[in-house]
């Protein structure tokens, strides 16, 4: 097998995209001062998050799932001037962190950041839509909810991007004894099957070794 299987090609296409992005080094500096968990998606990954909001002319995105703010960085900077990104993060110290570091790289005035658990907090901003992207990366059981939210408040054409659907290699596996693991691999299996057979979208995963998925609001 080629490309994604060859660790000489990873390494090869990481360098390319690895340019001393000072931004991104002052965040990654910043979490881990704080000791924020290394979960933040990987340079390539916060590439294409880039290359796409740039690509589909975003200018209103959500992520649910901020963390220190690492893929913020990515979505915000590919928005025009008077652009927007929601951000909701369920941790406070994840969230506080990331509010420093988007000031420490002058993204701040776009990035509202929501603290508290996504699900309660996504319809404090559905009269600010219809959205352009909305980039899921937190709980994974929550993915079919989150999905839903993002049906009702993206616009026509609008893309929903979601992280680790293939469950950390777990993603096709019959017996999983864990129950944490087990949720997870049930709610990206229903994100999944949902995405590629409701007629409402038209998906893609690309396969980035997390597995990033794509899809496209179609009515
Ligand atoms: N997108 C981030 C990045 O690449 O920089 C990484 C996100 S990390 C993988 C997942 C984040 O989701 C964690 O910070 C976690 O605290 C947060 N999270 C987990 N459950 C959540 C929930 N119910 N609502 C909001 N955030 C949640």
């Not at 026509?156 to 019959?174: E, S």
């Amino acid at each position: 097998k080629y490309g994604q299987n060859n660790p000489k090609i990873i390494d090869y296409v990481e360098s390319l995209v690895n340019d001393n992005d000072p931004h991104l080094a002052q965040a990654q500096q910043i979490a881990q001062h704080r000791q924020i968990p290394k979960i933040q998606v990987s340079p390539l990954d916060g590439r294409h998050l880039e290359v796409i909001v740039r690509s589909i002319g975003a200018k209103k995105c959500v992520e649910i799932g901020t963390l220190a703010g690492y893929s913020g960085i990515c979505i915000a900077r590919a928005l025009p001037e008077d652009g927007v990104l929601y951000t909701f993060e369920y941790e406070s110290t994840h969230a506080e962190t990331a509010e420093e570091v988007f000031q420490a790289v002058g993204l701040s005035e776009k990035i509202y950041i929501f603290i508290g658990p996504a699900l309660n907090n996504l319809s404090q901003i559905n009269d600010k839509g219809p959205f352009d992207l909305v980039f899921i990366d937190a709980d994974k059981e929550s993915y079919p909810q989150y999905l839903q939210w993002a049906e009702q408040n993206l616009r026509i054409g609008g893309v929903v991007l979601a992280d680790n659907v293939f469950a950390w290699d777990h993603i096709a596996d019959q017996d999983i004894d864990n129950p944490n693991l087990r949720a997870s691999v049930d709610g990206l299996r229903q994100f999944n099957s949902t995405i590629f057979n409701s007629k409402r979208w038209r998906s893609t995963i690309l396969p980035t070794g997390e597995g990033l998925a794509m899809a496209v609001k179609m009515y």
